[in-house]
């Protein structure tokens, strides 16, 4: 199993960034997938999670702000992020729990910065 996530990078506040996550070796169309980050000196939190009928969940502190997508035929899934504050920054990772285990993307880094 791998997930290669990218399209982090640096943007001012109030910018946007859509952050992609390409699975393989999972039957995608049917995995949960999560994005999750962490912000220096935190914890890892959860940001978004989509599941196989495409029902989503958000942290409450970001609805309205972020939207998850999935796009089965691409094996992959989609953060959009707009009016990214300051507090947005963090290291973002896309998570599947597949066959028992965990498994997490390499991390892309997102800087919320002017």
């Known amino acids: 199993v791998q997930l290669q996530a990218s399209g982090g990078g640096l943007v001012q506040p109030g910018g946007s960034l859509k952050l992609s996550c390409k699975a393989s070796?999972?039957?995608?169309?049917?995995?949960?997938m999560t994005w999750y980050r962490q912000a220096p000196g935190k914890q890892r939190d959860v940001v978004a999670s989509?599941?196989?009928?495409?029902?989503?969940n958000y942290a409450d502190s970001l609805k309205g702000r972020f939207t998850i997508s999935r796009d089965n035929s691409r094996r992959t899934v989609y953060l959009q992020m707009n009016s990214l504050k300051p507090e947005d920054t963090a290291v973002y990772y896309c998570?599947?729990?597949?066959?028992?285990?965990?498994?997490w993307g390499q991390g892309t880094l997102v800087t919320v910065s002017s």
């Open positions: 998570h599947v729990f597949w066959k028992t285990r965990d498994y």
């Open positions: 070796g999972i039957a995608f169309s049917i995995a949960t």
């Open positions: 989509i599941n196989s009928s495409g029902i989503t």
